[in-house]
């Protein structure tokens, strides 16, 4: 069975686990790096590149985040910005170089919760331009 892979960019240990837990039923592989920074050569290196990148935006990341989107294999690659609700500003930067921007809940299982539903959506339901046949 082939296991797409998701590249998760999170640097809070408690956030961690219940994030886990939530990407189990996509029956995904989840690669973990503690910042931005660190996914760069992952993106560049050789193995399975990830079908997404799911980003907590921590304050360095919107720099790193146009790095990633430099790299010739993040082309096309959805990146979901995962952020706290006072970073308006951060979002409102992060927008337009990721294809969503999500407000990650306080409470544990409500961000179990909105983490499946974005890996749903994204590995499962979002259909890509170059996936369409007949057109």
Request: contains cysteine; glycine residues 8%.
């Amino acid at each position: 069975m082939y296991r797409q892979v998701i590249l998760l960019v999170e640097d809070t240990p408690e956030e961690l686990e219940p994030i886990l837990r939530a990407l189990m039923p996509a029956h995904c592989s989840v690669q973990r790096v503690r910042d931005a920074a660190e996914a760069l050569p992952r993106l560049a290196g050789p193995g399975p590149q990830p079908a997404m990148i799911l980003l907590n935006l921590e304050r360095d990341a919107l720099g790193a985040l146009r790095r990633i989107r430099a790299e010739p294999a993040a082309v096309g690659l959805p990146v979901v910005i995962m952020t706290g609700p006072k970073e308006a500003r951060a979002i409102a930067e992060g927008a337009g170089l990721s294809n969503s921007c999500v407000e990650k809940p306080a409470e544990r299982g409500a961000l179990t919760e909105v983490v499946r539903l974005v890996a749903e959506y994204w590995l499962k339901l979002n259909v890509s331009p170059g996936s369409l046949t007949g057109f």
